[in-house]
């Protein structure tokens, strides 16, 4: 059995090592792809209307009603990055681009 887990292991590595490609020329200028910058309304929609609500007055889950908020900007980016009570961080699947537009588009919810 252990001969068979290593064989699939070492067969499974192999296919994934064998699928990419690596077409660069020693010495090319290598950029880190930037990262797309999403609409504040839409990472609101997909991260955040299941526990604030389409308006930010749903409340689920302990979730703060964002129109009756007096945090600033820069406190809401805080919160969404690093979460807060029952609300979880967020700093490692957004941007700091795209924190910051939710952020922008919470401010907007009346």
């Known amino acids: 059995m252990k001969k068979l887990l290593v064989f699939t292991f070492t ?6 090592g064998s699928c990419s490609s690596n077409t660069e020329k020693p010495g090319a200028n ?6 797309t910058q999403q609409s504040g309304t839409d990472i609101y929609t997909n991260k ?11 409340g689920i889950a ?11 900007q820069e406190e809401r980016e805080q ?12 700093k490692e699947q957004l941007s700091p681009v795209d924190i910051k537009a939710v952020a922008e588009y919470t401010l907007t919810l009346k």
């Open 11 to 16: 067969g499974t590595m192999f296919f994934v």
């Open 30 to 35: 290598k950029t880190s792809p930037t990262p």
């Open 48 to 58: 955040c209307v299941a526990c604030h609500g389409a308006d930010g007055n749903m």
């Open 62 to 72: 302990g979730a703060k009603k964002l129109p009756e908020s007096v945090l600033t």
């Open 79 to 90: 919160i969404i990055s690093n979460g807060k009570g029952t609300m979880p961080a967020f």
